[in-house]
């Protein structure tokens, strides 16, 4: 149980491009969503956090008109990086939470997103 | 200030040592611990939390309040454990669920 699938897991666009990634708890209901984003050997870095129906928390530093995310339903989950640059490649990953008292995070497998 | 340190980035043990993986963390409440495990090429999975108390894959982990750890331990490494490791924590009231990770240790099993 407790599967997250993310899609694509890998886009290669031009630069200026609008693209968006999925994230779906597939067998369970996930309040909670988290957007991470992740370095070459670095460790995770927590983009912004979204509960269903409202709108994302995001983290200092993170531009919110520029990772847009949705979280409209229970099961789903997105983030659009708007106009993507180079130095937006990267490797992002998605993260659901279920009800309360189910806290683990269970993870989606990763978007790695190349812009040229 | 919330955080969680894991000192090593890289451990390189034998097949068949004892493996420990330090995790400290600094928190004002009371947290819960967590460890994760990413393969080469797999998705990041939880591998255990404090409060089930369980022994997942041989590997063990005691949260000490006194000292502030979570260290994760296996008496005898197995080649498949080769993996990165993140320790993270969150807090028991937080409704939020956000996870505080450490900076991952990078674990290398040598044949």
């Known amino acids: 149980g407790a599967v997250v699938s993310q899609h694509p897991s890998w886009v290669i666009c031009k630069s200026g491009t609008s693209v968006k990634i999925e994230c779906r708890s597939l067998d369970f209901q996930a309040t909670t969503m988290f957007w991470y984003r992740q370095f070459p050997k670095q460790s995770l870095m927590l983009m912004a956090t979204s509960n269903e129906g409202s709108k994302a928390t995001y983290e200092q530093g993170v531009e919110k008109d520029k990772f847009l995310i949705n979280h409209a339903s229970l099961t789903l989950s997105t983030l659009t990086v708007t106009s993507a640059h180079p130095e937006d490649s990267s490797f992002y990953i998605c993260?659901?939470?279920?009800?309360?008292?189910?806290?683990?995070?269970?993870f989606g497998d990763g978007t790695r997103l190349s812009i040229l | 200030a919330q955080r969680v340190t894991q000192p090593e980035k890289l451990l390189s043990v034998f097949k068949g040592a004892p493996v420990e993986l330090k995790c400290n963390y600094s928190?004002?409440?009371?947290?819960?611990l967590f460890w994760y495990v990413q393969y080469s090429r797999q998705r990041l999975q939880l591998l255990l939390r404090h409060i089930s108390r369980e022994s997942i894959k041989g590997f063990t982990a005691d949260l000490n309040k006194g000292e502030t750890s979570f260290h994760l331990k296996k008496p005898f490494a197995q080649e498949e454990d080769s993996a990165m490791y993140y320790c993270?924590?969150?807090?028991?009231?937080?409704?939020?669920?956000?996870?505080?990770w450490g900076a991952g240790t990078k674990l290398i099993i040598k044949p």
């Open positions: 928190y004002s409440g009371s947290p819960e």
């Open positions: 993260s659901a939470a279920g009800r309360r008292g189910f806290r683990p995070q269970h």
């Open positions: 993270a924590l969150s807090g028991q009231g937080d409704s939020n669920y956000q996870l505080i």
